[in-house]
């Protein structure tokens, strides 16, 4: 980094409430004008624009650090408002301290023990990591219910929040009509809103009431022509004798100041019973009585073509800001009258409040002239674009490239086949040296156009030149040792390759370039699982590495080769699919015989260089390979394994030959083939990659010998299994007959659990399914097994036997929700069939065949079906893709630490051990046969090591070599009493 | 009522002794409540066990044969 400055490491952050003389301190100038440039274009001192708030243009110096635009960040300023005003973010904490202090002394409504207990239950939430805000709210909502303040008796009024800024308290006064109520109550008629008779009262006459409630009768009549308000003693004893309310709700404003006021006498310790760090946030700080502006280099201010300048939102919004300060100064100089002030006084906060947040619910967004709501402060920050989201956690970067890809067998799975064109545009940093000088000077030499090239040069006094096809020449002959170059990508370059959406680790890889011709990425096919790429129009992004620590990560780390084994389940990811699987299972099935050049075509991809001993001669007296000697030649020599194979019979494995079995799907496919598998924990990855990319290339090889295409005529059975099919469905729908008949006649008993009807469907889906299976096995018993259809069920590659069983056979039920089709027209599916008709055929089995083709309503019922597959997949998709967006952020922090713990970011042990045994899936493999012996593995470990018996036992008994001897140890030794030894550090 | 904690599937819970604990957090380098946490009202919590007390636990595992872990019972 070229910022000059050592890097320093963050101690701690912590987040409170600033104090107003702060902002006053680290501003660089009041701003009191509302002006921002004058008539020449210069910025007006102690406007918005004022110097010293940092410099935009290029060239200037800035006022307060004499940097100049781009070093210098810039610097805040303030504007002193006239009257306290309420800062937005704050609204609901503002209402938690009114609400739970006390409106005359400020004291939290809480009794010593009380806050106490607060205390310590915010000291244990604390220690726990928990959410500190469940103690708070519940110390509110405790100090809330007291009517009365403990500490000084004061009665408290409820309060009220009136959104966003306005906050009342709800007092009880003497109502305006309190003379005609007493007057009401005096004759014994319903006073107010009561209704007639509903409140039983006796007349009194006035001077029965004076003598009720000991006031002066001369004073009772003044009351009852309101010539004299009763004071609060006197309303209470006349509300008691008459049994009657005179008093009123009344909503009293509290003004910004009064709240100001209020929270400054709210004590530190009151505070800090409330969660709240006094030292460092003071809640009277919460009401803003000076407001900071931020730097110009936060609002940069536009000249558009015309020569105007177009000004920041920000800057608008200050703007206005200032302009009511002034004003309202100005009126509160001039004695205005006391409600122009409040209207003002509302603007203000208005304009503060809209400065801060201008999406608040309950207020009228500020516009631009144009009518467009402006962006103020929190929109800057918010949501998908916004600050976090936008540009820090993900932001657009350089040296990336995008395309479509396409497939090439030809390279090695590490490889990436990239466009010229992106080779040319994306560049790598050579530091030139008397080594790679020659190197350095043909690629300036070159230019910029054609390929190995460079773009730029960079001479060592820093000044960095563009190549153009003019100046190449004459500047690849100034190159020298220390100057650097950007050169284009070359063959063997390390580039990171990446596929959304990126679910996994493998969806980003590092590859190998191979620059080549034409528009599009090439890759080989068997990455396209842990990409999960296809060919169909996909698009993927590469990325240039850019400094030389990256490089080696992405080599060490990151290439596809390190890739094979999956961290999810421990067993390879890349394998062998679809063709090359088909291709594998041609060549070791029936372990044909070939011919030399034929075996030597098979291998001639591969690094095999001869061919082994031929396995015997043919009657011609020919020599001949076979298949599966053809594959072993892949084999490590001394590989020995012994499975289950696919087809379900042995695989046998010995000193590299295959001796017995089929090599398909679980030998060598993508999720857990045997053999890829155990020659990568065995061999390692760089063998394995060797062996993927010689089993799909000589799988392609072969396959290409074989030849394999299919067509709905293979699939098709001859006149005799055909009748046999219909004969199976034919009993089926006998059978389906029959159960609906004992259903209609009540005799059918219903399984444990359920209701007759669903018995019913449970059995007519249980024998039409029979049907189609046994529709299925007589078909299958009529396919050939190197029909090319059964040859890619049977090995894996693709497809099953259920589909075969549709094309040739039977399509079968067709479901929704799992149920038969039950749904269309009253009582019946479609208006072909009868009402309540229950047979097969009505309900949406397809008896026929895709070859034989589906009748209309089969084809209807059958596109209910797949459409209910087309809505699930696309459901499930987004759900599980949410789903685990939202597990990835909650695990995301979770770190295994050295001393083998699992971790959260507050220290919070997870799991004591990583996955319990504290070992990597990829590294460690045992099964049932092969358990993990420690000792064996430490005995073998140990005779690695050790050259000899008694090597190893001096090493067991801990006795060190000792190193570093010195010829002249002794003499040291002898020559004076050893120095004492000083620490240095 | 069945009692959950006789369980077959529910591991074994025990309190651990204040020295046995000592070794842990010693063993670990860590304060009590940073151990994972389990609720007091937890029907495999022994009756005995008080919030505080820490939790030996002791289960059945996939990886290794058996897996130790250490709760703090909290409110």
Known sequence: ?985 | MVDVSQHELVPEHSVVSDSELDDVLDEYDIERTDLPKIKRTDAAVPDDAEVGDVLEIVRDSRTTDRAVVYRLVIQ
């Open chain 1, 1 to 985: 980094m070229s910022t000059g400055q050592t890097p320093k490491q963050i101690g701690s952050l912590s987040f409170g409430l600033m104090d107003p003389e702060e902002y006053r301190e680290m501003s660089a100038t009041k701003v009191i004008t509302a002006d921002t440039y004058d008539d020449d274009g210069f910025p007006i001192d102690m406007g918005l624009m004022d110097p010293r708030l940092g410099v935009i243009d290029p060239g200037l110096e800035c006022k307060t650090c004499g940097k100049h635009s781009g070093s210098c960040n810039g610097h805040f300023g303030h504007i002193e408002l006239a009257a306290p005003v309420i800062h937005v973010g704050f609204q609901k904490l503002i209402r938690r301290l009114l609400r739970g202090t006390c409106r005359e002394c400020s004291r939290l409504l809480l009794t010593e023990e009380e806050a106490d207990e607060f205390r310590d239950r915010l000291d244990k939430t604390r220690s726990l990591g928990e959410d500190l805000g469940d103690v708070t709210k519940a110390a509110i909502r405790r100090a809330r219910k007291a009517s009365n303040c403990p500490h000084c008796g004061e009665t408290q009024y409820d309060i009220q929040h009136e959104k966003p800024t306005t906050y009342y308290e709800v007092q009880d006064v003497l109502s305006a009509e309190y003379s005609e109520r007493i007057a009401a109550a005096m004759e014994g008629r319903p006073v107010g809103d009561e209704e007639e008779g509903e409140v039983d009262r006796e007349p009194m006459g006035p001077m029965e009431l004076a003598e009720e409630t000991g006031i002066d009768s001369s004073r009772i009549q003044e009351i009852l022509s309101s010539e004299f308000r009763p004071t609060e003693e006197d309303r209470e004893s006349l509300e008691q004798a008459l049994d009657v309310d005179l008093t009123e709700e009344d909503m009293n404003k509290l003004m910004a100041s009064d709240i100001r006021d209020w929270f400054e006498d709210i004590p530190d310790r009151d505070i800090e019973t409330l969660g709240i760090d006094a030292d460092k946030s003071r809640p009277e700080w919460i009401i803003l009585t000076v407001l900071p502006v931020p730097p110009v280099t936060a609002r940069p201010s536009i000249t558009l073509d015309n020569g105007q300048r177009s000004e920041d939102d920000l800057t608008h919004k200050l703007v206005d800001i200032i302009r009511i300060n002034q004003r309202f100064m100005e009126n509160r100089e001039a004695g205005a009258p006391q409600l122009i002030i409040e209207d003002l006084w509302e603007l203000l906060q208005y304009h503060v409040t809209t400065f801060m947040d201008n999406e608040i619910s309950g207020t009228p967004p500020a516009r631009h002239r144009s009518g467009r709501p402006l962006k103020t402060l929190s929109q800057r920050l918010k949501g998908k674009e916004g600050r976090f989201r936008g540009s820090l956690s993900g932001k657009r970067v350089n040296f990336s490239a995008r395309t479509v890809i396409s497939p090439d067998p030809t390279l090695s799975l590490n490889e990436v086949g990239v466009p010229d064109r992106v080779a040319s545009e994306m560049t790598q940093t050579m530091n030139v040296n008397a080594r790679n000088l020659q190197d350095a000077r043909r690629y300036v030499a070159n230019g910029p156009e054609t390929h190995p090239g460079a773009n730029y040069v960079r001479r060592p006094d820093g000044r960095r030149l563009k190549v153009t096809e003019k100046n190449c020449e004459e500047l690849a002959e100034k190159v020298d040792p220390g100057w650097e170059v950007s050169r284009h990508l070359i063959d063997g370059d390390v580039v990171i390759f990446n596929r959304q959406p990126s679910l996994h680790r493998m969806s980003i890889m590092a590859h190998e370039v191979v620059v080549m011709p034409y528009k599009t990425f090439r890759l080989n096919t068997v990455v396209c699982p842990p990409y999960n790429a296809d060919f169909d129009g996909d698009e993927m992004n590469m990325h240039a590495l850019q400094n030389e620590e990256a490089r080696a990560e992405a080599r060490v780390l990151m290439r596809v080769q390190e890739q094979i084994l999956s961290p999810r389940f421990g067993e390879n990811i890349i394998g062998a699919i679809q063709d090359h699987i088909s291709g594998m299972y041609l060549l070791t099935h029936d372990n044909p015989q070939f011919n030399e050049t034929q075996a030597l075509d098979l291998l001639r991809a591969t690094s095999v260089e001869g061919l082994p001993e031929p396995d015997g001669t043919d009657d011609d007296g020919i020599d001949y390979w076979t298949g599966r000697s053809v594959f072993s030649e892949l084999l490590p020599d001394d590989l020995n394994m012994e499975f289950e194979g696919t087809l379900g019979e042995p695989v046998v494995i010995e000193d590299g030959q295959l001796v017995e079995g089929t090599i398909a799907e679980d030998e060598v496919g993508e999720f857990g083939g045997e053999i890829v598998d155990t020659v990568t924990k065995v061999y390692g990855n760089t063998r394995s990659r060797v062996f993927i990319n010689e089993v799909a290339t000589l799988a392609m090889r072969s396959i290409m010998h074989f030849g394999i295409s299919v067509g709905i005529d293979d699939e098709s059975v001859d006149s005799e299994a055909e009748d046999r099919i219909q004969e199976a469905i034919d009993s089926a729908y006998e059978r389906v007959q029959e159960l609906i008949e004992t259903y209609e006649t009540g005799e059918l008993e219903s399984l444990p659990g359920r209701t007759t009807d669903e018995t019913l469907e449970m059995k007519v889906m249980q024998t039409l399914g029979r049907a189609r299976d046994s529709a299925g096995d007589i078909a299958d018993e009529r396919l050939d097994e190197d029909n090319p259809a059964v040859v890619m069920a049977r090995s894996g590659a693709r497809a099953s036997m259920l589909n075969l069983t549709q094309m040739s056979a039977c399509v079968g039920q067709q479901a929704v929700r799992g149920e038969r089709i039950n749904r269309g027209y009253e009582d019946r599916t479609l208006s072909h069939y009868k009402k309540n008709d229950l047979s097969a055929d009505a309900h949406g089995f397809v008896e026929s065949s895709y070859r034989q083709g589906l009748n209309p309503q089969e084809f209807f019922f059958h596109a209910m079906g797949g459409r209910e597959g087309l809505v699930d997949t696309a459901v499930r998709t987004s759900k599980s893709g949410y789903l685990q967006r939202r597990l990835i952020n909650a695990l995301s922090e979770l770190e295994s630490q050295y001393d083998g713990t699992v971790r959260d970011t507050s220290d919070t042990v997870v799991q004591f051990e990583f996955g319990e045994d504290g070992t990597s899936t990829t590294q460690v493999a045992h099964d049932e046969e092969n358990p993990i012996e420690v000792e064996d593995i430490a005995a073998r470990v140990m005779n690695a090591e050790f050259a000899d018996e008694a090597e190893r036992e001096s090493f067991l008994k801990g006795d060190t070599l000792q190193t570093n001897l010195s010829e002249h140890q002794d003499t040291w030794r002898t020559g004076g009493a050893v120095p004492e030894v000083e620490s240095d550090d």
